[in-house]
């Protein structure tokens, strides 16, 4: 089975792009869901986040407080790489698991940190999902409530957009409406359905 990789920065559209791929009938996997089935209350990881940084990171009913745990991991590299360390080799154990179950044509994955978590190993192509810096920042502050320092802290810890885009096998490119979207991820559909038809010829 074909694996797409699907990336992008905060506010680029992935998770709109994941729908509409999504609505095709293709299984999508996210990493997002993925790390918050990983943090649930009893999960190990969950316990080792807390021993790592302590108690601080839950919220009134135990569970992880999302808010916080990205406020600490982006004011602070050592964090950051602290929390991968406990989360990233967990998400990549049940991205495999969870591709193993699946019989389609190809898959998409969709992997916020693909190049930054070097993961790039667990998917055959790269689709980055690609606007402007100034339409991230539109986007991430609107939905997210966030302030313009937060989300710009997030995208200087992501990789800049030229370096995604030059790891990038397809682009989609995501500054225009959602007609216009939709368009284009039908068309990259047909070609990834191609893509594994030919693969299987092989």
């Known amino acids: 089975m074909l694996i797409i990789g699907l990336t992008g920065g905060i506010g680029s559209g992935k998770s709109t792009v994941a729908d509409m791929f999504t609505a095709l009938g293709v299984p999508v996997i996210d990493t997002d869901d993925l790390a918050r089935e990983l943090v649930a209350p009893g999960e190990p990881a969950l316990s080792e986040i807390v021993?790592?940084?302590?108690?601080?990171?839950?919220?009134?009913?135990?569970?992880?407080?999302?808010?916080?745990?990205?406020?600490?991991?982006?004011?602070?590299?050592?964090?950051?790489?602290?929390?991968?360390?406990?989360?990233?080799?967990?998400?990549?154990?049940?991205?495999?698991?969870?591709?193993?179950?699946?019989n389609a044509p190809y898959c998409v994955v969709v992997i916020p940190l693909l190049f930054e978590s070097d993961q790039r190993d667990l998917v055959d192509r790269v689709l980055v999902v690609d606007t402007s810096e100034e339409l991230q920042m539109a986007r991430a502050t609107q939905r997210d409530g966030a302030v313009?320092?937060?989300?710009?802290?997030?995208?200087?810890?992501?990789?800049?957009?030229?370096?995604?885009?030059?790891?990038?096998?397809?682009?989609?490119?995501?500054?225009?409406?959602?007609?216009?979207?939709?368009?284009?991820?039908?068309?990259?559909?047909?070609?990834?359905?191609?893509?594994?038809?030919?693969?299987?010829?092989?």
């Open 51 to 102: 021993a790592t940084f302590g108690a601080s990171v839950l919220g009134p009913n135990r569970t992880l407080d999302r808010a916080r745990m990205r406020e600490l991991v982006f004011q602070s590299e050592d964090s950051r790489r602290k929390l991968e360390s406990i989360l990233h080799p967990r998400i990549r154990q049940l991205v495999r698991e969870r591709v193993a179950e699946l």
């Open 148 to 202: 313009e320092a937060q989300v710009s802290a997030i995208m200087c810890a992501q990789l800049g957009r030229e370096a995604r885009l030059a790891g990038a096998d397809d682009i989609l490119t995501n500054d225009a409406g959602l007609n216009e979207l939709c368009s284009l991820v039908q068309d990259l559909h047909q070609r990834y359905l191609e893509l594994s038809y030919e693969s299987r010829k092989q």
